[in-house]
């Protein structure tokens, strides 16, 4: 049986505060990025992923290396005080948020492409109708 864990980091990154899901199973990483607005409280924070983590769009996963957590409770006071003083995310997150920001860029493109290619097509085919018809001589 494989460990899933999770982990939300919150910080300010102007002019809004932004939260980054972190979800690891089976050794991958994927995250998801959240703009909050004004600074959440934590009761905002916990209504928000009840109610809207089924519908957060995470990146493409990315290997990471999963650590087996200590059960000494200083060392993992001491993790907990080095995580809260460190702003940002991880290495790792921010290249699975690049990668997932590539992905959406690829197919923005596509979708305007595939759309400018329509119209194109229809703007011929009105032309061509058109020449029809003043060549029936009417």
Not at 15 to 25: A, M, Q
Not at 36 to 42: N, Q, V, Y
Not at 53 to 80: H, I, M, T, W
């Amino acid at each position: 049986m494989d460990k899933v864990s999770g982990r939300l980091t919150v910080f300010f990154e102007e002019p809004f505060w932004t939260g980054v899901f972190e979800r690891i199973s089976e050794g991958q990483l994927s995250v998801c990025k959240v703009t909050f607005g004004a600074e959440p409280k934590d009761y905002e924070i916990y209504v928000f992923i009840l109610k809207n983590y089924c519908r957060l769009q995470f990146s493409p996963v990315v290997a990471a290396d999963v650590k087996e957590a200590g059960c000494n409770p200083k060392r993992k006071q001491r993790e907990v005080r080095k995580q809260v003083q460190n702003t940002g995310i991880g290495t790792k997150s921010q290249q699975a948020l690049k990668l997932q920001q590539e992905q959406l860029k690829a197919e923005r493109k596509a979708a305007n492409r595939e759309r400018r290619e329509a119209e194109k097509q229809r703007q011929f085919e009105l032309k061509q109708q058109k020449r029809k018809e003043k060549h029936r001589g009417r």
